[in-house]
């Protein structure tokens, strides 16, 4: 059976994961979903990601997680905004804040995959994939 968001997907394998304070978690690998972990990584949210093969062949994402502590995770919440039934689109000028800019709106643009303030900065507006605080 074919799935139709892969990017929810993995956001929600992610916020599960994170809620049982899993060291890592596996993802399907696609240049979307390792670009979404490279602006995650640069932001401070995970460890790390690397590619690696299951016993079938396939690439699969694997994100390693990061807890400041026994207590805490770093990962508060991550909502996905567009979907495949209602893509959300923003100009460069109405990108919104995600709580009052303690977190991030990740945008695909036209510069590639970039944080709201990167946008922000480079005056480009997109469709917003996800919010993570």
Known sequence: MAMTDPIADMLTRIRNANKTRFPSVNVRSSQMNMNI???????????????????????????????????????????????????????????????????????????????DEEARELNVGGEVLCQIW
């Not at 602006?39 to 690397?50: H, L």
């Not at 039934?85 to 709106?105: E, F, M, Q, W």
């Open 37 to 115: 972990a490279k602006v995650m990584k640069k932001c401070g949210y995970i460890n790390g990601y690397e590619i690696i093969k299951d016993d079938k062949g396939h690439q699969i994402l694997k994100i390693a997680l990061k807890y400041p502590d026994a207590k805490r995770r770093v990962i508060t919440d991550i909502k996905r905004v567009s979907k495949p039934g209602r893509r959300v689109y923003v100009a460069s000028d109405k990108i919104p804040k995600t709580l009052n800019g303690y977190g991030i709106s990740i945008i695909s643009t036209s510069r590639g995959i970039i944080t």
